[in-house]
């Protein structure tokens, strides 16, 4: 990265997760970030806005993450403890700022600041050009980060007959809470997390809800048995070949929904036809919404068909009649600020080597976008770690030739399984990114930690073992024993502190 005789900046593109964790990695290799949050507040997609009528980006009151507290934190600054398994909205958007000021990042983030555009300058540097209210500006960065995430545009497919709909359409990124749905008949389209969380949610209070779900889905029990269904995605089971390995879980889980009382006739009726294969098909986490429709207070129906005046027709030909519909559809890959040229490097899978470089636009990297089978935190940080010590000189890229193959067989692969774009395996993919970094555990390093490593849950603090940016509490994560006191702040960093 050049400097011409100052410290190397970088421009952070977004305030959430993998903002915040980018700036923190960037420092660690003596690289100034400056993170433009267009948003008042940091957090991403933590925060909920009352002021705002959609509540301010996809977090709604009741949200709680899909991973558990064990998996789901930052490599070098755990989830404590005295959270829940799985922590709520409030819980993560504390974590954030706690990490923020646990780490000094809040000097480097600019609040309220849009970025407008990101130019390579031809020199290996980039002009971003930003906004603040009344206020603009142009600033010029060694590089750019962009980690706005996927969860920025709103997609509501163009449903035909939409326009007819005399109720209320509003994308999921729109619900708050519930009460504005008491005593109507809603139907949620989507049957990822989101919408199975809120279909879940309003059948406790609406006339009547529906679940239209396009494909195969499987909705996975957040807990087997008496530990959270993530902490099996441990070390020993991942070498264990696919096949076999899904065959466990799959008895797992249907010993679960029997547990929950789900009945194997009830099932069939229940849930679409789909192979068990966590590459191929949806797994959504929370068996819920399956205890919900086997009482009679959810209706799990096919694809979206059509929409009419008063009613949603689905492609079994079956109808509903609705006074409200919740698109739960996703988001669209949007990324106005850069170059035209550079708007297709993110289309599926097809433009960015192991997700994150784009291999002929030196400079720019991407952080937290792809979708793993797992947390989110644990690889935008790792991301970002590889990321800071690529423009820190510590670590290099193949050449442009060579990513460009590897990207191309990846698509081949992927077409062929027919795996969703974006999708990655936790454990696989953390290990190819740690490679980089030559921080991948290593067992006959630690066999004092071979039990935590191979069976237990897939902590982050893992690759802080060894290598660069080496921690030396890691290994008390990894045995469990670092706990924040009784009353302090939730992430516990005054108990880091003390330690370090």
């Known amino acids: 990265m050049k400097s011409a005789g100052r410290p190397p900046r970088a421009a952070v593109v977004g305030g959430g997760a993998s903002g915040l964790a980018a700036a923190k990695c960037l420092l660690d290799e003596g690289i100034e970030p400056v993170v433009f949050e267009r948003g008042a507040h940091l957090g991403g997609i933590w925060n909920v806005d009352e002021a705002a009528p959609d509540g301010g980006g996809p977090a709604y009151r009741s949200l709680h993450t899909n991973t558990s507290r064990a998996v789901s934190g930052f490599s070098d600054f755990p989830l404590p403890g005295n959270l829940p398994d799985f922590p709520g909205q409030a819980d993560m958007l504390r974590y954030l700022h706690d990490y923020t000021d646990h780490f000094r990042l809040r ?16 020199d290996g540097r980039w002009s971003v050009r930003w906004s603040r209210g009344e206020t603009s500006g142009i600033d010029s960065f060694d590089a750019v980060l962009v980690c706005t995430g996927l969860h920025h545009q709103p997609l509501i497919p163009p449903f035909p007959g939409v326009e007819r709909f005399a109720g209320r359409l509003l994308h999921s990124r729109g619900y708050v809470e519930p009460s504005p749905f008491a005593g109507r008949r809603v139907v949620v389209v989507g049957a990822g997390s989101s919408g199975a969380e809120i279909a879940t949610e309003l059948s406790r209070s609406a006339a009547s809800v529906a679940l239209s779900t396009r494909g195969g889905v499987w909705f996975i029990p957040r807990c087997i048995g008496a530990h959270p269904a993530d902490h099996r995605l441990n070390r020993l089971g991942n070498r264990v070949p696919l096949g076999l390995r899904m065959r466990v879980f799959h008895r797992l889980v249907l010993q679960e929904y029997h547990r929950l009382g789900l009945r194997a006739e009830s ?15 949806r797994f959504t986490p929370g068996a819920e919404v399956l205890v919900e429709a086997a009482a009679g207070r959810i209706s799990i129906k096919p694809e979206t068909a059509r929409i009419e005046e008063h009613s949603v027709v689905f492609r079994d030909g079956t109808a509903l009649a609705a006074d409200d519909i919740i ?14 040229a550079l708007t297709g490097l993110t289309r599926g899978d097809t433009g960015l080597y192991r997700y994150v470089f784009p291999p002929d636009t030196p400079g720019l990297a991407f952080i937290g976008l792809c979708i793993p089978v797992g947390p989110a935190l644990p690889i935008a940080e790792l991301q970002a770690r590889w990321v800071a010590s690529v423009l820190a000189g510590q670590t290099t890229l193949p050449t442009s030739e060579r990513m460009r193959r590897e990207i191309a067989a990846r698509v081949e692969r992927r077409t062929r ?52 940016g080496r921690w030396p509490l890691a290994a008390d994560v990894l045995r469990g024993v670092l706990r924040p006191a009784p009353d302090a702040p939730l992430s516990g960093a005054p108990e880091l502190e003390r330690r370090l």
């Open 417 to 468: 399984r027919g795996v969703p774009a974006l999708r990655v395996q936790l454990l696989d993919y953390l290990d190819q990114i740690a490679g980089e970094l030559g921080v991948r555990p290593r067992l006959a390093r630690h066999p004092e930690l071979a039990r935590p490593l191979l069976l237990g849950p897939p902590s982050a603090a893992q690759y802080r073992l060894d290598g660069p």
């Open 107 to 122: 000097g480097h983030i600019c609040l309220g600041t849009q970025v407008e555009s990101a130019r390579p300058l031809g």
């Open 327 to 340: 698109a739960a559809t996703g988001y669209r890959l949007e990324f106005p600020f850069l170059p035209e």
């Open 267 to 281: 099932l069939d009726a229940l849930l679409p036809p789909a192979p068990f294969d966590i590459e191929r098909s």
